[in-house]
């Protein structure tokens, strides 16, 4: 017969989530893990994800991509309340959606827009023959800016597209959805710019609208 000594020795063992004195958790981010499942995983329900991103803004850039080796603080529901979410990147953006909606996964960012918003460009041809219409991760295009944006190499663009109105949009409201982000390589001619796709979850094509991201 087994003694109770030996059989505890037999169960497995489990590493817990290091909590402060607070009762926040401390969460080391492992590879493959995103904002979604850990609001899932800790609040049970991944439309959360928001509430993670906005205790720990000053450790995610992006809320589309968290990294192995960053620690995340998890707070408590309902006794902590969250920060107030970063200021949008520039007037006139907000990335907050409607609370009307249940939200949107981290690779799914929907944008507010003012109605005199306009884009800083749009995507042009693709680099290469084999694919003329789509530019997957990776790739490369020829991006038209406005007139008087002048670049380095290095200046990150986002990816938008014009999203339809939804149910709780204050009247008059534009949204887009930011769906991939891009890096200037070099200039081609005039207001053209050689881009590399370095972020996304759609391809990209003829006609996706560009907005400078704002420097960190």
């Known amino acids: ?20 004195a607070s009762g926040v958790i401390k969460h080391h981010v492992e590879r493959g893990e995103d904002l979604w499942d850990l609001s899932r995983r ?3 329900d991944p439309w959360l994800w ?11 850039r992006d809320p589309h991509w968290i990294y192995p080796g960053q620690t995340l603080d ?3 529901i309902p006794t902590a309340a969250p920060p107030k979410l970063p200021p949008p990147p520039r007037e006139g953006l907000s990335e907050t959606a409607p609370k ?3 939200g949107y996964a981290p690779s799914e960012v929907r944008l507010r827009v003012g109605r005199s918003w306009k884009p800083d460009g749009k995507v042009g041809s693709p680099m290469t023959e084999e694919s003329p219409a789509l530019v997957e991760k990776g790739g490369d295009f020829v991006a038209i800016l406005r ?8 200046q ?14 204050a009247p008059g409201s534009r949204h887009v959805m930011w769906f991939a982000t891009a890096v200037v390589k070099k200039k081609v001619g005039p207001r053209r710019y050689e881009m590399t796709l370095v972020k996304a979850v759609d391809a990209a094509t003829d006609g996706d609208l560009l907005e400078k991201e704002p420097s960190p």
């Open 147 to 154: 007139r008087g944006l002048r670049p380095a190499a290095g």
């Open 42 to 44: 800790y609040y049970g």
């Open 50 to 60: 928001e509430r993670i991103y906005a205790a720990n803004h000053a450790v995610i």
């Open 1 to 20: 017969m087994m003694t109770l000594k030996k059989a505890f020795y037999l169960l497995p063992f489990v590493l817990l989530p290091a909590v402060s």
């Open 156 to 169: 990150r663009f986002r990816l938008l597209r014009l999203d339809s109105v939804k149910s709780g949009d």
């Open 100 to 102: 009307s909606q249940p």
């Open 74 to 76: 998890i707070l408590s």
